[in-house]
């Protein structure tokens, strides 16, 4: 009698079965659908890296770097751009690169309007807590297979995993951010005239872009570390290296492969933080663009003096 | 100042904070107190049917502790709160019940407001908060920019434009709150406790910018303060409001010489009253002598007749030129002299009926009475040394007799 549990169990299992068959039957056309973006997008970029050549790429990001970040970021992101090439794995890293940078447009594009809506809408706020803690605490193995099903493998359910996984800080950091944009500051925006739009435009989004900002360095965050889950559908990339490795106790193949995701994750993570810090000077003034405009304006001067 | 002309005109407004508003106000209107209010429905009584004219180009101040409901009432005049019931009206437009495109229109051209804790947006510099009432507005950005510059260099911040205001100090960054109120040309300001959160020494310096600039401006004010030093000195009139009521509205002289309850006598009697007193309620009214019009014979007769020691003496104009004493007057008679211009003394005190008591405490050294002017400098009467020290006197028992009875209710005003 004290056995209670053996009287009955809920068939939780089977009717999930039931439903997500119901959705796949009936539904899997609106599934397609949602692919083509992703595949466009996600071919796209993937195409830009794999065409751009590696040098390019490097120097470019060296640049980039030292724009927005420091000259330090920038030479740590180039020897480490350097060596993932060294390692062979270039091109799987730009693959996963490409994976990493659309899950991560996917997830601004959306986490940071729905951030938004509901940092102003307190209803829509409780209903999407329980959702992002479910996004968040899921193991990513649950919902792989009704993503397969619906999605089917390849690189695009792929996008769609990561997303899942990597979209709840945005859009929790973003919804923070905008709350705590100062009552009064939002109250001077109210009495003089503003609209809603003007509310979020001119105070409430700057003034929380700091807070967005650690929300997309987040998502990036996350999404680089799903690239091995998202290769067990068979995404390629380094993630793959990783899988196989385990799969065939390849300890060499595995660890090349980790070392790669480190290298660009520690590469990408410091240039996105970076971006949020407020800097001494103003861009025009630091980094290569201050650099060549000095150069410039010095050289107009002399050609004035000269003249 | 025109004073026939009404600008804002408050009509029963109630404000009730909470779930169930309509149910609240229903007990309300039933004669139920805020305590029983709140028991019965957890709501929250903010303004509890108040009603007030402000006239256009007065500078009117609601005064209050923290929790009297001064902050919602200023709030529900550009609908920052919504009124639960009642009308506002501004131009006799009930923006109680406009639209919110409309009330959008009436904050953007006709109701400007400056905020406690300045309200800036730190990430804009000083020139693009003072433009951005025009900003929102759809101004171009050179007519701006004009504007903005215009309105700072009225404040004294020309040359901080670039900067953010975190680089400011706090009375400068009110400034420019003030500025970005001023730059949309409204014709009311609301200025929510806008001086408390500066220093002593700001705070006054500000309050006499503000005065200076009203002077000039003469906008509509409204001015929020929990000070009643504050209120009494800026204050063309003062409204002081407790638990959502008006407990008083009067000119600040009013306050001082009838107050209306304990209330208010409690809060008043720790201000100086010769600071806020002004010579013109102590003013005697006399007839004075017309230069180039009454001879010395007819000034002499009238002195005679109210049985006076001197008189002032005024030109066409009204304005004080001199005063004539009983024993020049005397001797002229016996010297056959008829122009008042030659026996009048051109030495005299002379100040203007605006002025505090305090003010002319250094006058009552001259033996002479002090002519009273009003603002065009027309004469309007004397007062005497022993006015000054009586109404002194009389102050001064009035406070110490309202101590007391403030003593006596100690335990009913807290």
Known sequence: ????????????????????????????????????????????????????????????????????????????????????????????????????????????????????LSAWNQRFEQTMRPVLDAMQTLPAFVYLVPVVMLFGIGEVPG?????????????????????????????????????????????????????????????????????????????????????????????????????????????????????GKPHRLPWRKRGPVGLVLSLTQGKTRTQNATS | MDASEVKIRIENLIKIYGENPQHALRLFRDGRGREDILSATGNVLGIADVSMTIQKGELFVVMGLSGSGKSTLVRCINRLIEPTSGHIYID??????????RIREVRRTKVAMVFQRFGLFPHKTVMQNVAYGLKVRGLSDTEQRKKALEVLDVVGLTQWADYLPSSLSGGMQQRVGLARALATDAEILLMDEAFSALDPLIRREMQDELLRLQAELHKTIVFISHDIQEALKIGDRVAVMKDGYIVQTGTPEDLLTNPADDYIRAFTQDVNRAQVLKIGSITRQTIPVILGQDSVKAAWEQMQQHDLRQMYVVNRNAQPVGIVQ???????????????????????????????????????????????????????????????LASIGRLTAEASASSATAAASEPLAS
């Not at chain 1, 923070?176 to 005239?193: D, K, P, R, T, Y």
């Not at chain 1, 809603?196 to 965050?221: C, F, K, S, Y």
């Open chain 1, 1 to 116: 009698m004290l056995e209670i549990f053996e009287t009955y169990t809920i068939p939780l299992g089977d009717w999930v079965e039931i439903i997500v068959q119901f959705v796949v039957d009936n539904f899997r056309p609106i599934f397609q659908a949602i692919r083509t973006p992703v595949s466009v997008v996600l071919s796209g970029i993937e195409a830009f890296f794999q065409w751009l050549p590696p040098l390019v790429l490097i120097v470019a990001v060296g640049l980039i770097a030292w724009q927005l970040a420091s000259r330090g970021i920038a030479i740590y992101s180039m020897i480490a751009l350097l060596f993932v090439g060294f390692l062979g794995t270039w091109s799987q890293a730009m693959t996963t690169l490409a994976l990493v940078l659309t899950a991560v447009c996917f997830c601004i594009l959306i986490g940071i309007p729905l951030g938004i």
């Open chain 2, 326 to 388: 009983k024993p020049s007057l005397q001797q002229a008679m016996q010297d056959g002299c008829e122009d008042i211009g030659i026996v009048m003394n051109r030495n005299f005190p002379q100040v203007r009926a605006t002025t505090s008591l305090e003010e002319i405490f250094h006058l009552c050294q001259h033996d002479l009475p002090i002519a009273v002017t009003n603002q065009e400098g027309k004469f309007k009467g004397v007062v005497e040394q022993s006015d000054v």
């Open chain 1, 159 to 275: 996008v769609i995993v990561t997303f899942i996984f990597a979209v709840p800080p945005l859009i929790r950091l973003t919804n923070i951010g905008i709350q705590q944009v100062s009552e009064e500051v939002v109250e001077a925006a109210i009495a003089f005239g503003s609209t809603p739009r003007q509310i979020l435009w001119e105070a409430q989004i700057p003034l929380a872009m700091p807070t967005i900002l650690a929300g997309v360095n987040q998502a990036i965050m996350l999404a680089l570390s799903m690239v091995v889950v998202a290769s067990m559908i068979s995404v390629e990339g380094l993630g793959q290296m990783v899988l196989r490795g385990i799969g065939r106790l390849d300890v060499g193949l595995a660890t090349v492969g980790g070392i790669s995701i480190v290298l660009i994750a520690v590469m990408l993570d410091r240039l996105t933080q970076a971006v």
């Open chain 2, 92 to 101: 006799d437009e009930d923006v109680a019940h406009v639209t919110q495109n």
